[in-house]
């Protein structure tokens, strides 16, 4: 009898939480399915925060906002039924006060598909107030996200808010419009645009348990600067379209945890590399592997700031720390060789500095201290005058363009995340 009860009890619960499944916009208990069949959480799209200073070099071009919403777009690499949102005020001096949030599927621009907006809640209430220095976690929610798909998240704030943690290279529009629209399909008038992301770094979905994801940390290049925005040519999202091609493959996601200007050894844009690896890398859901291109500003930025000058070596104890940091947990762990930076000229390129890039990418392909190797300098180098980029894969000689990220994706050899 209490074994029959126990069945009876047992199969109420699974019902409940299939029939809570079907309400869209329902928060939805994320130990109700976690727990059940081989399902677990993976981040499916990310972008890493670093200090906005309005009005400075680089700082967000949207630099407060006030009883206002921002729209903004993110494309994700695997997709899922049931998903959550990451916020952070990290970098904030006073808390942040989100009065109101939806996740729905992108129509194109600033319009989403009628029918798909989804109110976020943060412990069963549509509103959360977050500390300065913390991050918040959404409920979970229901929403059918398609592989590869598009996501506007809408975030609305009431007061008046300086946005001191954003991400600077977005290369996806984000809309800022007056009042509460979080629902509204149509944003016709929006009162301003940006390529940046505010207080907006992640999406999770839930997945099956095989699921897991790759973090590609690095700099501008990873960042996906030279790139044509709105087009997801950066090499990250370039990797998960490849990898969605295939079948025994296409349960990775890729989560771009790049930040244009970082180094791995100094403070620039963003927490030196070595500083936010934790938080950027490995307490990622999922994660399961990284691939680390890091290195280039270390060199290019000495330059500038003579008195943070680098050696190779230095460069090279760096990547020691990240291989043991990852192995420490159980992750794989691949390194991507520096690519050519010579046509830029100086300050940023010296030939002192050329030789730290070819001191490190021999430690990189040669020392076996990495799980393996990505050969992206030799996807993109002139083979005639090896120090340069290869003219017709590059803006500037440091950045790749479109086709230049196409052929560092293509000199990926997905048989690295096979196992």
Do not use: C
Not at 65 to 88: D, P
Not at 146 to 164: C, F, K, N, R, V
Not at 258 to 271: D, F, T, V, Y
């Amino acid at each position: 009898m209490k074994s029959t009860l126990l069945t009876l009890r047992r199969l109420s619960v699974m019902v409940v939480a299939t029939l809570a499944l079907t309400i869209a916009g329902l928060a939805i208990d994320p130990a109700a399915f976690a727990g059940q069949g081989n399902q677990h959480w993976v981040g499916t799209w990310a972008t890493s925060p670093l200090l906005g200073t309005p009005g400075g070099f680089g700082g967000p071009s949207i630099a407060e906002v006030s009883n206002a919403t921002l729209r903004q777009i993110v494309h994700v690499s695997l997709g899922g039924e049931v998903l959550r949102v990451r916020f952070s005020n990290e970098f904030g001096d006073e808390p942040l006060v989100i009065g109101a949030a939806s996740v729905a599927l992108s129509g194109g621009g600033a319009s989403i598909v009628p029918g798909t907006s989804t109110p976020l809640t943060f412990g069963g209430e549509s509103s959360i107030t977050v500390p300065p220095g913390a991050p918040a976690l959404s409920d979970p929610v229901q929403l059918h996200v398609p592989p590869l798909g598009d996501l506007a998240i809408s975030l609305y704030l009431p007061e008046q808010t300086p946005t001191m943690t954003f991400h600077s290279v977005g290369l996806h529009t984000t809309y800022l419009s007056s009042g509460n629209v979080t629902d509204d399909v149509d944003l016709p008038n929006p009162a301003a645009t940006s390529l940046n992301y505010y207080f907006l770094t992640g999406v999770d979905v839930l997945a099956e348990k095989k699921a897991a994801a790759i973090v590609a940390f690095g700099n501008s290049i990873t960042d996906g600067v030279g790139s044509t925005a709105n087009t997801n040519g950066e090499w990250p999202s370039l990797l998960a379209a490849r990898l969605q091609g295939r079948h025994d493959l296409d349960h990775l996601a890729v989560l771009n945890e790049g930040i244009s200007g970082n180094r791995l050894l100094h403070q620039n844009a963003g927490p030196n590399a070595l500083n936010r690896y934790d938080r950027d890398v490995l307490r990622q859901p999922g994660v399961k592997y990284v691939v680390v291109l890091l290195g280039i500003n270390d060199i290019g930025f000495s330059g500038f700031f003579p008195t943070e000058a680098v050696t190779a070596d230095e460069i090279i104890a760096g990547h020691h720390q990240l291989i043991a940091r990852a192995h420490e947990l159980g992750l794989t762990i691949y390194g991507a060789t520096l690519t050519p930076f010579a046509g830029l000229g100086p300050p940023y390129y010296s030939d002192a500095g050329e030789v730290k890039r070819q001191a490190v990418n021999d430690w990189i392909r040669t020392s076996g201290e990495y799980d393996g190797v990505i050969d992206f300098e030799a996807a993109v180098r002139d083979d005639s005058d090896p120090p340069m980029f290869q003219p017709d894969l590059t803006v500037e000689f440091l950045h790749p363009n479109d086709a230049g990220y196409e052929a560092m994706v293509q000199a990926i050899d997905l048989m690295l995340f096979k196992h």
